[in-house]
């Protein structure tokens, strides 16, 4: 439409026509980009689902690695307490290191540790049989086979 003076008139309303549509924050053509709000509760959620798959990988490694360190413990004082029992044996030779050796133990309780092995023995054993073991570096000993309890 144009006035009498030759001026262009906008038939549309005026709160209706933005004067830069290239910054309005939705499409402003029929083949401009979609644009959708985010739905906030739906990002959130996926943010605390990954956040929770996350952590508990996180927890069940360190579990593990706990789980590690008991055993490691376990085997240390293992070994603490058979070289005590080893230490307070009749022994009647010197061990060397990375030897393998048999602990035995006598009618009256006491321990003995020797270089003869349970199937050296024979048929009838002397001793009752606890463990073989093996002297390491650090003087403690690795039990390598244990006897049977009774």
């Known amino acids: 439409m144009k006035k009498k003076d030759g001026a262009f008139i906008n038939p549309i309303d005026k709160d209706k026509v933005a004067d830069s549509p290239h910054n309005l924050p939705y499409a402003h053509t029929v083949g401009g980009v979609q644009i959708k709000p985010i739905d906030k509760g739906k990002t959130k959620g996926r943010a605390v689902t990954a956040m929770y798959k996350q952590t508990d990988m996180q927890l069940a490694q360190i579990r593990k690695q706990i789980e590690l360190l008991a055993h490691q413990a376990k085997a240390i004082q293992r070994r603490i307490a ?30 003995v540790l020797s270089m003869v092995a349970p199937r050296e023995w024979g048929d009838n054993p002397p001793y009752r049989f606890l463990a073989t073991v093996e002297l390491l570096a650090d003087h403690t000993w690795d039990v390598l086979e244990e006897g049977e309890e009774g």
Do not use: V
Request: glycine fraction near 10%; charge should be negative.
């Open 82 to 111: 058979i070289s005590e029992q080893i230490y307070g044996a009749e022994m009647n030779f010197e061990p060397l290191i990375g030897f393998t050796y048999h602990l035995y133990e006598r009618s009256d309780g006491t321990s």
